[in-house]
């Protein structure tokens, strides 16, 4: 330590000459080159615990020079401290860290501390003439001194580029070398020395157990030497036994590399006996041997990858047979992230003495120099690892899996922070996703039998009893008396010498200690582990941990309420969001401490926020979105950032308190700008693409997102109607807004007549609203989504002069002409989103009942059958493939007169709709359309339940049948679009057969109805009426008669209404 601290200040004592710069340059580089992440388990790991971190940032020795722009060596010296503190950081270096960098945030040039905190403001006190930020009273920004933002920016990067390192579980490097050396270059050492021969040349790591069983070594602790084949371990007889172990590799898969991953050998002291197995990277399946095989051949378990960069839990059980001295068999079963292999397999039973050793990384000489094993023995890294005396069940592997790398093993607490069912899942879902398993997350739980989790997170899983590992028998204990041995990377006990093999005392090694041996009842336990190799041991500490003892993640929030520009605030968010990833206690924390409700509270003071800020708070709930502000990514970020298929919704209280929450993105201050952008987001994690979609969609479902994007539809509307167009003269507005003065937003209008001919009224904001709610009701839909949905249309006609001409008018400069046709009417933004609703209504009874039909489709196709293609659909366009709605619901019969096999299952389905679109809705609808864009899209929806729905027909009859439409349906009778579906009810045709046409062209009509006529046959049978005075029939008389008036117009409907009526 003091060598590294008087290089240091050499460095920059050299500097303040010229002369001397290119020298401490260099004393600098070489301490970066010592500090660098390939140095971790050496140089690295020294100079993070030798206190290095705080000479850094005390202000009595390097504080004063870390910040300063004036200082050569600034640049590597934030440098050197970005490495150091994000590899390990002790409680009193964190404090030191975060008073250097965040404690100026938090001072305000002219009236002191913003806020007080102790740990980051209490070594401010007296000291602010001594601060490093040269303030200024120039008021050259709206956001106060511009130097001291930028000085305020370089320290968050600092801060953000420690809370950044990725690797902050303890673990152990292994292997290293190859089979070839050990087996054939190193014949002539000793068959039993040379695995610690090689590692003490540096070319191989492993870790050894001298003996499973401690009793069964001498009172000196050697081995014996005349008893050491005449018992056998005792659970290769009687219990089994299991072996867990945390595991990651960098081999990449097709890169032609053979070799294996050995993660378990046990084996005599002669190496005469053995069981040992491997990942076999070529062929990528794990590999099982027992020493009493007769073919001497390995036996392979079924094709299972393990993918690189990834932490990987490998849970191994041995069962012996029922009758031990009969039975020459033993079931061998490997169960890989919490989850069994296909198949388990038959070892032959090998006789293991007591004191047989255990080694891990490496294989024993006898199997390496016989040459069934061959290639590489890789680097690989491995977590915690333990070894009990009984047969762990399948839901006990995926409780380790569930927790992760840290899993405690037997120091299993009862802290709640631990034991959050919320906060453990969001990990959970995390890890799942980069597993590389076939299928989505809710496949994987399901193969785990947990799907349950899938609701973690929700409001009643959290604030309720059930929030708990417990509740789905998560909660892993683990029996003491059967542990034979636990070990952990960081409980390195001491530096050895071993001399009982060796003469010449040049082999160092770190020794592990078992925890076993601490204060539990089972005699049985096994010895130390010894770790052999050099540069093997990585234990790292960083921020988010460092965090946790000091409070947890509300230690950060003075730094967001101070952030006072974007950027600020941005890497403010950043930094608190990456010490809460893969951090279950941190989490916790946010979750059911209402830190995420603190911080929309805190979200919603600022006036500023621009789509960084959004982007850091999306990353909180989605895992795979990475925001970035450098324009060159670094390497941490091509790992992180994932193609929007991969992104999975894991934190339902970030997405409900921060990203739904209207009152942190208020549409008034922030415009369209930053919803959209939300919104496309969203729209990603459902896409069709998406391989978590349906997953998505169900926990998206679970936050309320439905009745959100109802609300924000109509919020929308009515700024697209209400008030001035956005300013954009001054630099504020076109910064970080796009709302005018009154809040109002401007819109392009397409024309009513494309639109009521099927044409798409293109609001971007509002159909990516439609898209979102569709993608997820398709996936889950509930009676109180009809309901939502029925009233939010109801509401879009309930409000005064929502849709005359005049509005379009007297609004021009908001809703802006599209097109040359001037002087036609146009799309107003609230009547675009009552045909937004009806058209995603019309989709969803046509896609639920194209997915009832589909079932029956496979069954179909399963006995041999033919099939049915499952057409898409549009709302408002037609699709003539349907294999279900192709005529009438009472005539839903095939040729040879039975109905479809899914047919009560789809009327049931139709009539959950028909329950909340009655008649009497739709006649309330239809009253209150001003143009005939929505009121043909409603009349058309009509039409289809109308046919589809058996339940709904006969409520329309006992309500009048279309008597009650007589004075809202006429008011439209030029519309093409209306007049098609009344002639399609009228003539028995399905509506979705029947294309939009633009103009009532008597050609066209009977060519579309014609060959309508040819499909179904002559034999098709009309629409029956009760009364004819409220038939169809009656209400085209009607629409007829009011086109007879409108011919003695002089004006455009004239022309209109002769064509109607031909």
């Known amino acids: 330590p003091d060598a590294a601290r008087f290089l240091l200040g050499l460095a920059t004592f050299l500097c303040k000459e010229k002369k001397g710069e290119d020298l401490a340059q260099s004393v600098l580089d070489e301490l970066l080159r010592l500090s660098k992440r390939s140095h971790a388990s050496s140089t690295l790991s020294q100079m993070a615990s030798c206190g290095l971190c705080w000479s850094l940032t005390n202000e009595n020795e390097f504080g004063p020079v870390l910040f300063s722009e004036a200082n050569p060596l600034q640049s590597k010296l934030v440098a050197l401290l970005c490495s150091i503190a994000a590899f390990a950081s002790s409680h009193v270096d964190f404090v030191g860290l975060l008073r250097r960098t965040a404690g100026p945030m938090l001072v305000n040039s002219g009236e002191g501390r913003l806020i007080k905190l102790p740990v980051i403001t209490s070594s401010l006190v007296g000291k602010k003439a001594q601060s490093s930020i040269k303030e200024s009273k120039s008021e050259d920004s709206e956001f106060g001194n511009t130097a001291r933002d930028d000085d305020i920016v370089s320290r968050l990067q600092v801060l953000r580029d420690i809370s950044r390192y990725p690797d ?46 401690s009793s069964a070594l001498q009172l000196d602790g050697t081995q014996p030497t005349e008893t050491s084949g005449e018992s056998i371990w005792y659970p290769l007889a009687s219990s089994g036994f299991s072996f867990s172990c945390w595991l ?4 990449t898969p097709g890169s032609g590399m053979t070799g294996n991953l050995y993660i378990l050998d046990i084996s005599a002291k002669s190496n005469s006996a053995f069981l040992g197995l491997w990942f076999d990277f070529q062929n990528q399946r794990f590999n099982v041997m027992s020493s009493a095989s007769h073919r001497g051949e390995p036996i392979c378990f ?79 890294e491995m977590g915690p690892c333990f070894m009990l005396s009984t047969v762990l069940l399948e839901l006990d592997a995926t409780a380790i899996y569930a927790y992760g790398p840290d899993f405690p093993g037997l120091l299993w607490g009862d802290r709640p922070e631990r034991q959050s069912l919320s906060a453990t899942a969001t990990c959970l879902f995390s890890s799942l996703a980069e597993a590389g398993e076939l299928g989505s997350v809710a496949s994987a739980l399901r193969r785990r039998d947990i799907g349950k989790m899938e609701g973690a997170g929700s409001y009643m899983v959290l604030h309720s009893e059930n929030n708990n590992l417990a509740a789905l028998n998560l909660y892993c204990t683990i029996p003491p008396e059967s542990v034979i041995f636990g070990y952990q990377p960081e409980t390195v006990r001491w530096k050895v010498k071993n001399d009982l093999t060796r003469t010449d005392r040049r082999l160092y090694s770190e020794r592990l200690a078992n925890i076993a041996r601490v204060g539990f009842c089972n005699p049985a336990v096994a010895t130390d582990a010894v770790l052999y190799g050099k540069k093997a041991l990585v234990s790292p500490s960083g921020l988010s941990e460092s965090l946790r003892w000091a409070g947890g993640p509300n230690i950060l929030m003075p730094m967001i309420h101070a952030a006072n520009t974007p950027m600020t605030l941005s890497l403010s968010l950043q930094i608190l969001r990456e010490c809460c990833r893969r951090h279950p206690p941190n989490r916790q924390t946010m979750q059911s401490s209402k830190g995420y409700g603190i911080l929309a509270v805190l979200l919603q003071e600022k006036a500023f926020v621009d789509e960084h800020c959004l982007d850091q708070c999306m990353a909180f709930a989605i895992h795979g979105f990475e925001p970035t502000h450098s324009p060159e990514p670094t390497p941490d970020d091509d790992v992180r950032q994932l193609p929007h298929i991969h992104w999975v919704l894991t934190d339902l209280e970030a997405m409900k308190h921060i990203l739904l929450n209207h009152q942190v993105w208020d549409l008034k201050k922030y415009g369209p700008a930053l919803p959209l952008r939300l919104l496309s987001v969203l729209n990603r994690l459902v896409d069709h693409k998406s391989l978590h979609k349906a997953f998505n969609a169900r926990r998206l479902h679970m936050v309320g997102i439905v009745r959100w994007g109802l609300h924000l539809m109509l919020e929308a509307s009515e700024l697209y109607m209400a008030g001035d167009p956005p ?13 005018g003065s009154s809040g109002g937003w401007s819109c392009d209008a397409s024309l009513v007549s494309e639109v009521s001919a099927g044409g798409d009224p293109g609001n971007p904001f509002l159909e990516a609203c439609k898209n979102l709610l569709r993608r997820v009701l398709t996936f889950m839909l509930t009676p109180g989504d009809l309901e939502s949905l029925s009233e939010a249309l109801i509401y879009t006609v309930s409000l005064p002069s929502q849709g005359s001409p005049a509005n379009a008018s007297k609004r021009g400069h908001v809703v802006r002409a599209v097109g040359e046709r001037e002087g036609e009417v146009r799309m107003l933004p609230l009547p675009t989103t009552r045909l937004y ?84 809705w739709f006649a309330t609808l239809l009253e209150g359309c001003r143009e005939e864009a929505s009121a043909s899209a409603v009349l058309r929806l009509m039409v289809l339940m109308l046919q589809a729905s058996s339940t709904f027909e006969a409520t329309f009859r006992e309500s009048g049948e279309f008597g009650p439409f007589a004075m809202s349906i006429p008011r439209f009778s030029t519309c093409a679009s209306i007049v098609i579906s009344l002639l399609s009810q009228h003539f028995g045709v399905p509506i979705l057969h029947i294309h939009s046409l633009s103009t009532l062209d008597p050609v066209n009509l009977c060519e579309v109805f014609d060959s309508e006529f040819e499909r179904e046959g002559e034999n098709t049978p009309l629409p029956q009426t009760v009364d004819p005075s409220n038939g169809i029939f009656a209400l085209i008389a009607e629409c007829a008669g009011r086109n007879m008036q409108l011919i003695s117009r002089d004006d455009e409907l004239r022309d209109k209404a002769v064509l109607a009526n031909r």
């Not at 990651?248 to 081999?251: K, P």
């Not at 057409?871 to 009472?890: E, F, I, K, R």
């Open 302 to 380: 079924p094709v299972s990858p393990l993918v690189p960069h990834v932490w990987h839990h490998v849970l191994i059980t041995y069962t012996p047979g029922k009758r031990t001295m009969m039975s020459r068999k033993s079931v061998f079963s490997i169960l890989v992230d919490g989850r069994p292999l296909e198949a388990e397999v038959k070892v032959d039973t090998v006789n293991l003495p007591p004191n047989a050793r255990v080694i891990i990384g490496a294989p024993n000489p006898a199997l390496a120099a016989s040459g069934i094993v061959k290639g590489r023995i890789p680097v690989w």
């Open 168 to 213: 902050r579980f303890p673990r152990l490097c292994l292997g290293g070398d190859s089979i070839n050396t050990i087996g054939v270059m190193m014949h002539q050492v000793k068959l039993e020395e040379r695995l610690k021969s090689a590692a003490e040349e540096g070319r191989l790591r492993f870790v050894e157990i001298e003996s499973v069983d």
């Open 248 to 251: 990651r590799h960098e081999v």
């Open 727 to 739: 300013s954009f003269g001054d630099d504020t507005a076109g910064t970080y807004g796009a709302s």
């Open 837 to 920: 609703l009806v058209r995603l209504l019309e989709e969803l009874i046509v896609d639920g009942v194209n997915e009832i039909v589909a079932a029956a489709s496979h069954e179909t196709r399963g006995s041999g059958g033919g099939d049915h293609s499952v057409q898409p659909h549009a709302g408002g366009v037609a699709s003539p493939n349907q294999p279900y709605l192709v005529t009438p619901a009472l005539q839903a019969k095939s040729a040879d007169g039975l109905y479809h096999p899914k047919h009560i299952q789809a009327q049931a389905f139709l009539s959950a709709f028909a329950g909340f679109l009655n008649p009497v």
